[in-house]
Antibody, heavy 118, light 110 residues
Framework: HVQLVETGGGVVQPGGSLRLSCAAS????????MLWVRQAPGKGLEWVAF????????FYVDSVRGRFTISRDNSNHTLYLQMNSLRAEDTALYYC???????????WGQGTTVIVSS | QSALTQPPSASGSPGQSVTISCTGS?????????VSWYQQHPGKAPKLMIY???KRPSGVPDRFSGSKSGNTASLTVSGLQAEDEATYYC??????????FGGGTKLTVL
């Protein structure tokens, strides 16, 4: 059964940090590109970050570059998102997703909620 | 990294066809055949419906079809069914290793 399970969300003050995790199962994680996508409350989807299957290339949306770091542990089938210097506008449901490839996301987790508030 | 433009809403009666547009630029939709479409029901994760402009993943009904002309991609849902009521998002690869989504279209089955 193909599955992605995100954890690590929570409430954090502005300027704080959180680390999200995404546990993968049911597919060959080490050969799959992975992404983080977020959805602010009542809003649309926004791509956040991408990491190549081997971790050698990473790309970010402008608004998080320099504050967020995507990484992966292929031996433990886990994707991460380290989020630093968090802002109120980072408040969202964060999904991890598998690259089909071809820049399409064919497997999604259920999401983990991040709330940045004082 | 500007978002793609979708109409906020669309509607149709059961059995009818509805087409949702997604307009970008030559840097995204018009420049690559990497347009995908996602269906999202309230409180649920998105589901891939179309990739590479017009390809359907296994398990997606052939009532869903995609196309592209210039900088505009389209999703057509034929033979509308009640369960098709959802929000649909388009997405495209964009130059300089970016992904962009549209703002979403809420499809109502009347």
């Amino acid at each position: 059964h193909v599955q992605l399970v995100e954890t690590g969300g929570g409430v954090v003050q502005p300027g704080g940090s959180l680390r999200l995790s995404c546990a993968a199962s049911g597919f060959t994680f080490r050969t799959s590109g992975m992404l983080w996508v977020r959805q602010a409350p009542g809003k649309g989807l926004e791509w956040v970050a991408f990491i190549r299957h081997d971790g050698r290339e990473k790309f970010y949306v402008d608004s998080v570059r320099g504050r967020f770091t995507i990484s992966r542990d292929n031996s433990n089938h886990t994707l991460y998102l380290q989020m630093n210097s968090l802002r109120a506008e980072d408040t969202a449901l964060y999904y991890c997703a598998k690259d089909l490839p071809h820049y399409a996301m064919d497997v999604w987790g259920q999401g983990t909620t991040v709330i940045v508030s004082s | 990294q500007s978002a793609l433009t979708q109409p906020p809403s669309a509607s149709g009666s059961p059995g009818q066809s509805v087409t949702i547009s997604c307009t970008g630029s030559s840097s995204d939709v018009g420049g690559y055949d990497y347009v995908s479409w996602y269906q999202q029901h309230p409180g649920k994760a998105p589901k891939l419906m179309i990739y590479d402009v017009s390809k359907r993943p296994s398990g997606v009904p052939d009532r869903f079809s995609g196309s592209k002309s210039g900088n505009t991609a389209s999703l057509t849902v034929s033979g509308l069914q009640a369960e098709d009521e959802a929000t649909y998002y388009c997405s495209s690869y964009a130059s300089s290793n970016n992904w962009v989504f549209g703002g979403g279209t809420k499809l109502t089955v009347l």
